[in-house]
């Protein structure tokens, strides 16, 4: 697994992202992308917490790609699998603002196990307010592939890499 960020390069790039805005367009976000760090609010790392959703194969899709009707929107899928056995949340989403933020809300989840259905329930839309968001703080490219650092409503910081782009969720 590559190296991460350190913490003080983490809140270099945030407080460039705060005065100026990171740059961050929906083409850039669209992929799956697979969790690898983890910290809270005071940028301390948390190995554990991320060793596990590692281990429980966490994820985040973002696509399709934009177009050019709405060049912010994008399907969202998050979800966790043990095995052929997976947890999954599906929705939409749009960055607003100059940072951007990454505003998303899920409208069904469902339990596979391979391509079974087991039990899906539609959700409930949150108000404007309570709806989650990632912070976009930065991405880019190494050898390893594609990165992205971005904070959640919660606070907690997150580091996905992603090594391919996805056409559709």
Do not use: K
Not at 32 to 60: F, I, K, Y
Not at 121 to 144: S, V
């Amino acid at each position: 697994m590559p190296e991460a960020p350190s913490a003080q390069t983490i809140q270099t790039w945030e407080r460039h992202s705060r005065q100026h805005g990171s740059g961050i367009t929906a083409a850039q976000l669209a992929g799956r992308w697979t969790l690898e760090q983890l910290w809270d609010r005071t940028v301390t790392p948390q190995p554990a917490l991320a060793a596990s959703l590692r281990l429980l194969q966490a994820q985040l899709q973002l696509g399709p790609e934009p177009t050019t009707a709405n060049p912010t929107r994008l399907e969202v899928r998050n979800s966790v699998a043990v095995g052929g056995l997976e947890l999954r949340f599906d929705g939409w989403g749009g960055l607003q603002g100059r940072r951007p933020l990454l505003h998303f809300s899920f409208e069904n989840l469902q339990l596979s196990l391979g391509r079974w259905r087991l039990w899906q329930q539609p959700l409930g839309e949150p108000a404007a307010a309570r709806r989650p968001f990632f912070a976009l703080i930065a991405t880019g490219t190494d050898t390893e592939g594609r990165w992205l650092l971005a904070r959640g409503r919660g606070g907690g910081l997150a580091y996905w890499r992603s090594t391919c782009r996805a056409s559709r969720v």
